[in-house]
């Protein structure tokens, strides 16, 4: 095995190439306008966020922080989707308004940034962050504001007015150990590492995969990192001493940028699997380009941009016309789904003559088979379930649309029903 690896500046360099990639073009700024919530001329109940004229919606978003690019993906096709709307006429007579707070991935600034608009919005298309939607659980559940996340960890499940869309993280991680398994890249009796994030999201992906691992007789060699850590030469070099034949990574996108650039740079040549939040398409501008490709797969409950389906080909045409100089990413399509079921929960609660909150959620909690044509059919009727179980197995591609493209349609891994049950 070649135990060559490039010198410390070469590190240094392509940990700046990725974060300057990552972090180009990131500022935005949204002003909420005072609104007086009343409502109710057309007989429609109203309450915080609605009035005879609008509907407000609040996001909670990081464009300062590592999660930049995925942000302003992610505000921009929900943007598109509120133009879209109030083109064709609004919800309910009324127009859709979002107010934008950038919390940096910053959870203080998160908290704050809630008390700001709280009494202001009827629900939350967006929150990203698995600390970020943890600190602020109680005061949502207590508002009553229905709220989508851009987190997907387990813990967030079994909350009424809180909707983890797709898959959760070790639902993922279990398709992940069950994708290397069964393509024969990693056999009984190896081990594979897990690089994750502190917090739910890692401690979540992790649950997963040494469940799978242990069904599949395969050990689980953890690593854990924080957000801020984008050099993983030392987490590379713990792997590898521990003869890893593949490894697992829930982190952000400079981090898999990172694991494998420097991999690949000392003959650590190792299938990787992401979990979603792991990739962005901005990273084949990078040097770690060649290793993301040759190496890396992503595991996800949504399918790749360069998906053929209708509804996806249709929403990349639209973003693309709107923002052009914007790349079509994974961020595009979450926030443009997101916000599409949440203005059917609104049309919903609009029919049964209520925008309250509180009427708001029990729409949305009535959605049996929510199908955007964007992915696969959720169900919101159960609290304590994932919406879907079934996985994308995707791949990095500088050719592609969104930078990637499918490897496996969705399908829901061996296992995963038993190990929910195991959950309880």
């Not at 009796?189 to 979540?204: K, L, P, Q, R, S």
């Not at 203005?343 to 609009?350: E, R, V």
């Not at 609290?383 to 649309?401: E, F, I, N």
């Amino acid at each position: 095995m070649n135990t060559h690896h490039r010198p410390r500046t070469t590190k240094i360099a392509l940990a700046a190439a990725v974060a300057a990639v990552l972090l180009a073009g990131t500022a935005c700024s949204s002003k909420a306008e005072d609104d007086d919530a009343g409502g109710g001329a057309d007989g429609v109940k109203a309450g915080p966020g609605v009035s005879d004229a609008s509907i407000k919606l609040g996001a909670l978003t990081d464009l300062t922080g590592p999660y930049a690019t995925l942000g302003k993906s992610i505000v921009q096709a929900q943007q598109m989707w509120a133009d879209e709307v109030n083109a064709a006429g609004g919800i309910c007579d009324r127009k859709v308004e979002i107010v934008v707070k950038d919390h940096g991935y910053d959870v203080q600034k998160a908290v704050t940034a809630y008390a700001d608009i709280s009494s202001d919005v009827v629900a939350l298309p967006q929150v990203i962050g698995s600390p970020v939607v943890s600190a602020l659980l109680d005061d949502i559940e207590r508002d009553n504001v229905l709220t989508f996340p851009q987190a997907w960890a387990a813990s967030l499940l079994d909350k009424d007015a809180v909707q983890v869309l797709g898959t959760t993280y070790d639902l993922d991680m279990i398709a992940a150990v069950d994708y290397l398994t069964r393509t024969k890249k990693v056999t009984k009796g190896d081990t594979i590492g897990h690089v994750y994030f502190e917090g739910d999201y890692g401690a979540n992906a992790l649950e997963g995969s040494e469940w799978a691992g242990k069904e599949a007789g395969v050990k689980v060699v953890g690593q854990k990192i924080k957000a801020t850590d984008t050099d993983l030469s030392a987490q590379v070099s713990a792997l590898r001493k521990a003869g890893v034949k593949a490894v697992l990574i829930s982190a952000g996108p400079a981090q898999t940028a990172s694991l494998a650039g420097v991999a690949a740079s000392r003959g650590l040549t190792v299938p990787i699997v992401s979990s979603a939040p792991g990739y962005a398409p901005q990273l084949m501008k990078t040097p770690a380009a060649k290793a993301l490709e040759a190496m890396v797969n992503v595991v996800s409950a949504a399918p790749a941009v360069s998906s053929d389906l209708p509804g996806v080909k249709k929403m990349v045409a639209s973003y693309g016309k709107k923002y052009p100089d914007s790349p079509v990413d994974s961020g595009v399509l979450s926030g443009y789904n997101a916000a599409q079921l949440l203005g059917a929960d609104l049309k919903k609660a609009c029919e049964g003559g209520s925008l309250t909150r509180e009427d708001v959620v029990k729409a949305h909690r009535s959605q049996e088979n929510a199908d955007t044509g964007l992915g696969t059919p959720q169900n919101f009727t159960d609290v304590s379930r994932p919406a879907s179980r079934s996985t994308y197995v995707l791949k990095p591609d500088a050719k592609a649309v969104g930078g990637m493209v499918t490897v496996e349609e969705a399908h829901e891994a061996p296992g995963v029903e038993e190990y929910l049950a195991s959950r309880g």
